[in-house]
Each structure stands twice: as structure tokens, then as C-alpha cells.
């Protein structure tokens, strides 16, 4: 079977985009997913991402790790899967599309695409760190350098705990010298990535918890490019929370499934 590709990246967070309006593709077949994200011998992305009809949305977005499981929202795949929307004539420069933790907003402007985020109860301390749900877990650690730091060992321990063998969880490292830059382990991939979205919008959450003075928005400087992220603080809950960056379509082509 020939599967069409579309390749995107969104600050370096590459994904593998498929038009599958007419559900044509078997979610159950992991190892066809691991096998098409797979770098040495595959097309090699971060993940997968399945753009299927909705009756009360635009579309609706189904995406996968690079391990072949469904997982939880992705940032940058959000805002990826918008603009291969607009690529293929479904929307124009906003949309409402339906994730797996709910519905989504989205608009297109001056060439960079933003999200709504889901609402955010609470940011949890952690000893020294942060625990926070963007729509997938994250765990964040404020450190003085992350420039020379093994995020794929620290990050693993972090994740493969006790506290969070479990379920698993996204780790990221924020520096907040020199601007505010993150590096992230992400569950699912098992390593570090280019960039993280949700992780993003995490680490900027936990920096305005730490600094109440350090309003919204907030930029995020990923090892792929910044991130912009807007939100409200009111009644201890952060709210109308927006990220926004760029997205690339890379290439596309043909992948046969054997």
C-alpha cells in the first residue's frame, strides 16, 4: 500500500501529515506509524498527525508519537495540521478543529500560525520544579545553563521514575537568562526534540508563576526558533491561552507499506 506524505515542521518539531478524510488508514497498525517516523530507514519525524472529517468541526486532528501510539496533544502538530488544513482547501485563516483533550481555535497571520490552548487550573511545585498539564504533561526544571546539558539521560530519568513510569511524562529544562530557552525530552519520541509547543507554553506558565511581573506574551526560545505565548491570569487559573510560531511544509512524497 502507497501512503501520501506530507512533511511539516513547526520550530524544528517535524511531523508526518496524512490526508484522511476517507479513514482510509488503520490507527491500530503502530508499527506502520513507528515504521514511516523511523529516521534511518523511514521518512523520520517526531510524530504522526491524521487530518479526518468532523461533523461539527473543520476537521479533526488524530496524532500519534514516533513510537507508533496515539498520544496526547501536540502543540506545534496542532498548529502544523492548520496550516496543511489550509493547504488543502478545507479552511481559510481560522478554523475550529477537535484534538484529543477537545475543540480548538486556530487563525493564520502574518505568516505564523497561533492556537487556543486549553485552560489551565493549576501549576504544581515539585521540590524544586514544576508539574503542569498544557494538554499533555509536563514536567519543568529551571536550571543556569542548558546549553551543555544530556537532555536525553536526565530527561529519561525524570520520565522512567517511579512518580512517573507510569504514564509518562514531557521533561523540560528552562533557563531564563538571556531570554527564556528551553530544551525538552519528550515521552513517546524518547529524546530530545527541536521543539515542544505544549512544553513551551509550560515553561511560560511556570516563568509567571515564579515572576508574576513577567506578563503576557511571552517568548520561548526553542533549539527550532521562538515561540510566542499569550494568556490571562484571573482567579488563579490561566485562561485565553494562545501559542504562536511558524510552520514549514518540507516536502511530500509517496511512503509504501510493507
Same mark, same amino acid.
Given at each position: 500500500?502507497?501512503?501520501?506524505?506530507?512533511?511539516?515542521?513547526?520550530?524544528?518539531?517535524?511531523?508526518?501529515?496524512?490526508?484522511?478524510?476517507?479513514?482510509?488508514?488503520?490507527?491500530? +497498525?503502530?508499527?506502520?506509524?513507528?515504521?514511516?517516523?523511523? +529516521? =534511518?530507514?523511514?521518512?523520520?519525524?517526531?510524530?504522526?498527525?491524521?487530518?479526518? =472529517?468532523?461533523?461539527?468541526? @473543520?476537521?479533526?486532528? /488524530?496524532?500519534?508519537?514516533?513510537?507508533?501510539?496515539?498520544?496526547? /496533544?501536540?502543540?506545534?502538530?496542532?498548529? %502544523?495540521?492548520?496550516?496543511?488544513?489550509?493547504?488543502?482547501?478545507?479552511?481559510? @485563516?481560522? %478554523?475550529?478543529?477537535?484534538?484529543?483533550?477537545?475543540?480548538?481555535?486556530?487563525?493564520?497571520?502574518?505568516?505564523?500560525?497561533?492556537?487556543?490552548?486549553?485552560?489551565?487550573?493549576?501549576?504544581?511545585?515539585?521540590?524544586?520544579?514544576?508539574?503542569?498539564?498544557? *494538554?499533555?504533561?509536563?514536567?519543568?526544571?529551571?536550571?543556569?545553563?542548558?546549553?551543555?546539558?544530556?537532555?536525553?539521560?536526565?530527561?529519561?530519568?525524570? +520520565?522512567?521514575?517511579?512518580?512517573?513510569? =507510569?504514564?509518562?511524562?514531557?521533561?523540560?529544562?528552562?533557563?531564563?537568562? @538571556?531570554?527564556?530557552?528551553?530544551?525538552?525530552?519528550?515521552? *513517546?519520541?524518547?529524546?530530545?526534540?527541536?521543539?515542544?509547543?505544549?512544553?513551551?507554553?509550560?515553561?511560560?506558565? %511556570?516563568?509567571?508563576?515564579?515572576?508574576?511581573? =513577567?506578563?503576557?506574551?511571552?517568548?520561548?526560545?526553542? +533549539?527550532?526558533?521562538? /515561540?510566542?505565548?499569550?494568556?490571562?491570569?484571573?482567579?488563579?487559573?490561566?485562561?485565553?491561552?494562545?501559542?504562536?510560531?511558524?510552520?514549514?511544509?518540507?516536502?511530500?512524497?509517496?511512503?509504501? %507499506?510493507?
Amino acid at each position: 500500500m502507497e501512503i501520501k506524505f506530507y512533511k511539516y515542521q513547526g520550530t524544528g518539531n517535524d511531523f508526518i501529515l496524512i490526508d484522511d478524510r476517507d479513514e482510509f488508514f488503520d490507527i491500530t +497498525r503502530n508499527d506502520i506509524i513507528s515504521s514511516i517516523c523511523e +529516521r =534511518k530507514f523511514g521518512v523520520g519525524a517526531d510524530g504522526l498527525i491524521l487530518l479526518r =472529517k468532523h461533523s461539527d468541526y @473543520d476537521f479533526q486532528m /488524530l496524532y500519534f508519537n514516533s513510537d507508533g501510539k496515539q498520544s496526547t /496533544l501536540c502543540g506545534n502538530g496542532s498548529r %502544523c495540521i492548520v496550516s496543511f488544513a489550509k493547504y488543502l482547501g478545507l479552511i481559510d @485563516d481560522k %478554523c475550529k478543529f477537535l484534538a484529543i483533550d477537545g475543540p480548538h481555535e486556530a487563525f493564520i497571520k502574518d505568516n505564523l500560525i497561533s492556537i487556543k490552548m486549553s485552560n489551565v487550573d493549576s501549576v504544581i511545585k515539585d521540590n524544586d520544579s514544576y508539574i503542569v498539564n498544557t *494538554g499533555s504533561p509536563h514536567f519543568v526544571s529551571f536550571v543556569n545553563s542548558i546549553s551543555d546539558l544530556d537532555v536525553k539521560k536526565m530527561g529519561a530519568e525524570i +520520565r522512567y521514575s517511579e512518580q512517573f513510569k =507510569k504514564d509518562g511524562i514531557n521533561v523540560n529544562f528552562a533557563q531564563v537568562s @538571556d531570554g527564556i530557552k528551553i530544551r525538552t525530552y519528550e515521552r *513517546g519520541v524518547e529524546n530530545e526534540t527541536y521543539s515542544c509547543g505544549t512544553g513551551a507554553v509550560a515553561v511560560a506558565l %511556570c516563568v509567571h508563576k515564579l515572576n508574576s511581573f =513577567k506578563q503576557s506574551p511571552i517568548l520561548i526560545k526553542t +533549539r527550532g526558533g521562538e /515561540l510566542i505565548i499569550d494568556f490571562e491570569f484571573n482567579n488563579n487559573q490561566y485562561i485565553n491561552i494562545w501559542l504562536r510560531g511558524p510552520v514549514e511544509l518540507i516536502y511530500s512524497g509517496d511512503f509504501v %507499506c510493507k
